[in-house]
Structure formats: C-alpha cells, structure tokens
C-alpha cells in the first residue's frame, strides 16, 4: 500500500519530504509517488520539502519549500483524483522548484551552504534580514 510516513523529521518536529532529479537525464522535473493518492496528497500538504539537484552522482543545489508553495501542483492534482483513486508518479518541475524555492546549497558558491540556518529561511521574509544576517 506504499509508505505512510515521512521520509524526515527534523530536530522542531518539522515533517520533510526529500525529492532529488539528475538532470544529465532528459526529464527535468522531480518524481513524487508511484500511486500519489488523496492520503498522500494531505500528507504532501502538512510537510515541508527538500529538493536536490544532482549532475550524475555529484550535488549541484539544494532547494526547500512549504508545501504551501506547491498548491499549484496540489490543486491540480486534487481536481485529477477526483476520477481516479491514485495518480501515476505526477512530477513537479524543476523550473518551477528554481523559481519559487529557496536555494539553501549551490555548488558554484564558495562555502556550498548559502544559508547558515537553511530551515529558519522558510519562516522569514529573507527582504527583512538585517545586512543578509543569515547569509555565509
């Protein structure tokens, strides 16, 4: 019947879903579940997700985002179960993940992490910190 939990908690009690993409393949966008369901879909919603980008094995970035972030995609999908009892593996685009997230690991940056509390960006407006407080 699948996997019912999440794939982390986090040290505040936060739930996370961890979803990577290699994008030396041709599909760049990131796989969610085989048999995306409405039990799946209301767990998607309670969490916060982590994204990572990799070129073959090596990691390229990291992204993190509430899930209220993806109710484009979750509301796309509520209206498609409403037909079906489960969803086909459904993708979130990496574009997309580029565009809204944020990106707390890139490899191109000196010191890889950009933020020193990555989890504490999700809950502050990054435009309020003083003198980018957070920023390495």
């Not at 191109?108 to 990555?118: H, L, Q, R, V």
Request: with cysteine; proline share 4%; glycine share 2%.
């Amino acid at each position: 019947a699948g996997r019912r939990l999440y794939d982390a908690t986090d040290a505040s009690g936060h739930k996370w879903e961890l979803k990577s993409v290699d994008i030396t393949g041709s599909k760049k966008s990131f796989t969610t579940c085989s048999h995306l369901s409405q039990a799946v879909l209301a767990r998607y919603k309670e969490c916060r997700f982590a994204f990572s980008v990799y070129r073959r094995t090596v990691l390229q970035a990291i992204y993190i985002m509430e899930s209220d972030h993806l109710a484009p995609y979750f509301n796309k999908w509520q209206i498609e179960l409403q037909s079906k009892p489960y969803l086909n593996n459904p993708r979130i685009q990496l574009s997309y993940v580029q565009k809204f997230g944020y990106k707390v690991f890139d490899i191109e940056t000196p010191n890889k992490f950009i933020w020193k509390d990555p989890v504490r960006v999700l809950s502050t407006n990054t435009s309020e910190l003083p003198n980018n407080a957070w920023l390495i």
